[in-house]
């Protein structure tokens, strides 16, 4: 079945350090892929998304472009801030005709000023 | 502007104790869905919904139940809570199958169990 993998945490960086956290996924097909982000005690939010290959996603200087010949789909930022601690979930939406959304175990970022 | 909603915010119950959480949402989307996350995980799918049609993980315990009366309304009922369902609940929507849209959360439901 489909599924994603996601790099490890805790992230923890200084403040304006540039982000990458990895994520690969397997799946059939072509899936919408995301990037949704986890504030303390709050629901996921969308971060960015990207529906075919070579699309960049972005938002909050938050990017991610889907690479199909390396199956990725890492986030990336240039100068992270403090507000930016959270944990960040990397996910697709299933090509199967189901309607579910498989995700990553997430990452935890922590970043000092 | 919230568009999913979740009651209540924090829940406490005792061990046994039957629970419901509810959600409701503006965005006329067909599709409901209920995850428990614990500790920061992945969130894990219970069940969702197209339009009334359930559709219940195989490894979702028989110990939650979910009931969808209309469009905008989804509950999910925990009938015997244990230790172990301490979690967040979370409902999301997306709009239908086959589309490439994200899901849609609510803020989630934190459920503690004495």
């Known amino acids: 079945g489909d599924s994603v993998t996601q790099m490890e945490g805790p992230v923890t960086l200084s403040e304006e350090a540039f982000l990458t956290i990895n994520c690969t996924y397997t799946a059939t097909g072509y899936p919408s892929l995301f990037w949704y982000v986890q504030y303390p005690g709050e629901g996921l939010q969308l971060l960015l998304k990207a529906t075919k290959a070579d699309d960049k996603g972005s938002n909050k200087g938050f990017e991610a472009t889907y690479r199909k010949e390396t199956t990725s789909f890492h986030l990336e930022k240039g100068s992270v801030q403090v507000s930016d601690s959270a944990v960040y979930f990397c996910a697709l939406k299933e090509t199967s005709g189901t309607y579910k959304y498989i995700f990553g175990t997430g990452t935890r970022l922590k970043v000092l000023a | 502007d919230a568009m999913v909603i979740q009651n209540p915010r924090y829940q406490v119950t005792q061990f046994g104790k039957p629970v419901t959480l509810s959600c409701s949402q503006t965005l006329n989307h067909n599709v409901m869905y209920w995850y428990q996350q614990k500790s920061s995980q992945a969130p894990k799918l219970l069940f969702h919904?197209?339009?009334?049609?359930?559709?219940n993980e195989a490894d979702t315990p028989d110990n939650f139940q979910s009931r969808r009366p209309n469009t905008s309304f989804c509950f999910l009922d925990i009938r015997s809570p244990g230790l172990g369902d301490a979690a967040m609940y979370l409902c999301?929507?997306?709009?239908?199958?086959?589309?490439?849209?994200?899901?849609?959360f609510g803020e989630g439901s934190r459920l503690t169990v004495l």
């Open positions: 999301a929507t997306s709009n239908r199958a086959g589309g490439t849209g994200e899901l849609f």
């Open positions: 919904y197209y339009d009334k049609d359930f559709n």
